[in-house]
């Protein structure tokens, strides 16, 4: 069974935000800094269990929430813009930073007591174990 996506942010907000991009220059403010983004995810499933891996760079673990709560997974966090200008002067910025969260509704599959995350070089991985009888079986026929 598919995971599904829901989001629980403005949808309008997302497009608004691309058709700003294509035909204005970012300005350097607290308002661009806090442009809404969302880290891209991606899920695969094997045999004993699946794996979801999202990009998060440029955060401390600490600052990532991972929640499962009723047959849901839920990724939360913020990335801070900070603006330290001992020196010269900002060009561009592109990068989005603010909060972002993510809502994954979990197939009945899926073992919550097994659940882990680990986060290294801004991908922060999701491993959800499979309940015993989600795994496959292989059952012996004999012909006669």
């Not at 991009?21 to 308002?31: D, H, M």
Request: glycine content about 6%; overall charge negative; charged content about 30%.
């Amino acid at each position: 069974m598919a995971l599904i996506r829901y989001q629980t942010v403005d949808p309008f907000q997302g497009i608004q935000d691309t058709i700003n991009r294509l035909f204005t220059e970012p300005v350097v403010n607290q308002a661009a800094a806090n442009r809404p983004w969302v880290p891209a995810v991606d899920i695969r499933e094997t045999d004993h269990e699946l794996v979801l891996k999202a990009d998060i760079p440029d955060m401390k673990f600490e600052d990532i929430d991972v929640r499962m709560e009723k047959g849901t997974l839920t990724l939360k966090g913020e990335r801070k813009f900070e603006q330290e200008e001992k020196q010269g002067s900002w060009h561009r910025v592109e990068r989005s930073y603010g909060t972002f969260e993510r809502v994954f509704t979990l197939p009945e599959t899926v073992n919550p007591e097994g659940v882990q995350a680990g986060y290294k070089n801004g991908v922060l991985t999701v491993t959800l174990p499979k309940k015993e009888i989600a795994k496959p079986h292989q059952i012996k026929v004999n012909v006669q």
